[in-house]
């Protein structure tokens, strides 16, 4: 199979999906201990009972499609993704629906960004079929897992790794995905919040066009620690990166994508090349201009968006990704300045966005862009 322009179709999904062994797990948890365990689901720490799994060896290609028990991995110590770091990663939802139905939005641009990532990596590519496949398959198996809570969903976490016993420098023979499923709750217990953002002058993320800032690579997250961990002891919440090449232009935080809204209206957010392109980006970008906004996708220097905060040109700074759909910005500082925006509130704009997004993906609003997929 190859990897496919077209959004793949329902119908295609169940013979897809009707192809993974489903290995259920001796030992689910109890009803009363999922409920227990969904209740206040923190971020990351709780997996469902069972993982999806497809094996990739170079003679033979993507085999094996499996569901089996969720459990540990047992790995030689000479694995190669422990060395020299061959993973990639994508991040994406399931979602409930007031009448039970599960959705997810977007799968196929997540399912080509993997295979982007996995070129980069030299990694081989999953099929856009097995990746949608390996996710339904998965969430039909632990359909219990998804919560319906308010802004709550079930976190979905493929994952490729080089997983061959050899230490030579050279892409594994041996590969594995898979895909982790862990319930979610609110990102912001009690309410939306403006962030504070430490602009790092001294470190870079993932390097200038040509590295890997554009690839899902667990490696550009290990950077961003040290910077992380500077910035929280200064105070801060998060990072913001500036370009590789001259350190002069915005790329984004660690984990999400960043836009300016301006005074005039227009909406500004950093071009493609060294940062990662969010699925949440290209729909925000989909929604300011659907609501008439023109919106520029260029270099943006630090120097402007600092000035412009100063004066009143830049009137919202936000923030956006899967986990935390839109976050603003209410406070930007670097070694030189500290500004705050929009007198540290969160803009109009960008909660109305973040209203828009999420009421799309939870069923409340017309999917006009056909951008969800029924999972179950
Ligand atoms: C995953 C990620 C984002 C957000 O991408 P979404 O598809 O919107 O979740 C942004 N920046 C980086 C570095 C990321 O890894």
Redesign the pocket.
Known sequence: MTTTSHNILPADLEDLVARFDVRRTDAPRSEDERTSLLAKPKFGTVFTDHMARLTWRSADGWTDRRVEPYGPLQLDPATAVLHYAQEIFE??KAYKHADGSVWTFRPE??AR?YARSAHRLALPELSEEDFLASIAALVRTDIEWVPDGEDSSLYLRPFMFASEAFLGVRPALQVEHLVIASPVGPYFAGGVKPVSIFLSEKYH?AGPPGGT?DA?FGG??AASLLPQQEAQQRGFDQVCFLDGAESTYLE??????IFLVMADGTVHTPGLGS???????KSIIQLARDRGHEVVERRIPVRELVEGIESGRVKEFFA????AVVTPIGRLASSDFDVEVNGGASGELTMALRSELTDIQYGRADDRHGWMMRLA
């Open positions: 991040g994406m641009q997540n960004r993320r800032g899902k550009n997250y984004e935080l660690g984990g999400m994508n940062i990662l392109e969010g699925i949440t980006r956006c990704g899967t986990a």
